[in-house]
């Protein structure tokens, strides 16, 4: 009911910068929040950054004053700076949204297919 599309993703070198993108359509009637998790080989998958519907944002420590998230919420769509990268940032990016729908008074988890990201070193 929920789509979410991403790009953004790419290889880069040490020092580099991206920036992704996340668009969520369907029948949504709020999106409580907009967030980034990844994956890395061998690890479980990690929230990276989020962002509140009152504007409010969290970042992991290992990515905080590097990696930027915002939100445009006419066009419901969230996005992450990402600066001054590091190989160890290398992973899978995954967008989630947490959305109400028309259509129930409950929300939801959303995940978006994933963008690669690989920083050389």
């Known amino acids: 009911q929920v789509q979410l599309v991403e790009s953004g993703g790419g290889l880069v070198q040490t020092g580099g910068s991206l920036r992704l993108s996340c668009a969520a359509s369907?029948?949504?009637?709020?999106?409580?929040?907009m967030g980034w998790y990844r994956q890395a080989p061998g690890k479980q998958r990690e929230l990276v950054a989020i962002?509140?519907?009152?504007?409010?944002?969290n970042y992991a420590d290992s990515v905080r004053g590097r990696f930027f998230v915002s939100r445009d919420n006419a066009k419901n769509t969230v996005y992450l700076q990402m600066d001054s990268l590091k190989p160890e940032d290398t992973a899978i990016y995954y967008c989630?949204?947490?959305?109400?729908?028309?259509?129930?008074?409950?929300?939801?988890?959303?995940w978006g297919q994933g963008t690669q990201v690989t920083v050389s070193s």
């Open positions: 989630n949204v947490y959305a109400e729908l028309t259509t129930a008074l409950l929300g939801n988890q959303y």
């Open positions: 369907g029948s949504i009637r709020r999106i409580n929040f």
């Open positions: 962002i509140t519907d009152s504007g409010s944002t």
